[in-house]
């Protein structure tokens, strides 16, 4: 599998302002452009799904798969450390990650990365990756941004990545 290195690249990525909630002090405000969007998203997608709540922000990590049998997922994520900091990275039991080759984040950087997989059968579909939980540390803008050297493996005998689109999102924190 290619190895994933922090920071090397920053993806050319597609902005989604994801609406959140309104929060006493600081407030995090975006509108939602979301709606309805995911449905013309590519297989190979990767894409967040924001929700907050007081000084928490909770990214849902998702894949696109379609049609696609996928068994492999691995991404770096950029995040803007000075306004940002992850509290955990959690797995649902709708999860699609079973096997782990690493999950692990630095605040300092604002640097994660998650490469995980799932044995026979695979999985196709819209697919859950992760909750990475975000404590809000400041006002400012920030990003949350995919590296361009994501994975999504096929399980189809060579691991054809069908890694396409990272879907990003900005945040403006009051």
Known sequence: MQQLKYGKQIAAMAII???LFNRIQPAVC???YANGLYDFLDEG???LELNADGDIVEALVKAKA??????VIAFDLEYSADVLAIERISYGSESFCELFAYDNFDNEKGEAGIACGTPNPEKKGELEIAKITFRIKQ??????SFSENSLM???DG?????FSQPIGAEL???
């Open 30 to 32: 975006a509108e939602n």
């Open 158 to 162: 060579t691991g054809k990545n069908i």
């Open 45 to 47: 997608a990767l894409y």
């Open 66 to 71: 379609g049609t696609q049998a996928v068994n």
């Open 139 to 144: 006002a400012g803008d920030a990003k949350i």
């Open 172 to 174: 403006h924190v009051q």
């Open 153 to 155: 493996l096929l399980n």
């Open 17 to 19: 302002a994801l609406s």
